[in-house]
């Protein structure tokens, strides 16, 4: 299972999946009703061919995690991205959900 990191913005929460070896095609992201899972199923294989012998090694790669997303998310603008091994999905607020800062009330 690869290690996760979430952050939170003021805008955003940032999914960060570390999954060395694998590229952008390999990964498959879904969102049903607000459960965003990340999946990724490889088949790696070896074959080695020498006169005396023949070795064939294969191997298989998989993984899934599930994360219930608040509804305070902009589900259409979900966006990931992959670079040196690390895929990264950003997760934007909805504009009302973004805090505006701190503000003085005034007792009456």
């Known amino acids: 299972r690869p290690a996760v990191n979430i952050a939170e913005t003021d ?3 940032r999914v960060e999946l570390a999954a060395p070896g694998l590229e952008k095609n390999d990964f498959k992201i879904d969102l049903h009703k607000n459960v965003l899972t990340i999946s990724s199923e490889k088949e ?3 074959e080695e061919n020498n006169e ?3 070795r064939r ?3 298989y790669n998989s993984f899934k ?3 219930t997303l608040p509804e305070t998310v902009n589900a259409e603008k979900i966006k990931a991205e992959q670079s040196n091994g690390i895929l990264t999905v ?3 607020k909805k504009p ?3 805090e505006k800062g701190p503000r003085q009330i005034s007792i009456s």
């Open 11 to 13: 805008h955003e929460y």
């Open 44 to 46: 790696v294989r070896n």
């Open 52 to 54: 005396n012998f023949m």
């Open 57 to 59: 090694e294969f191997s």
């Open 65 to 67: 995690r599930s994360f």
């Open 90 to 92: 950003h997760i934007p």
């Open 96 to 98: 009302e959900a973004v």
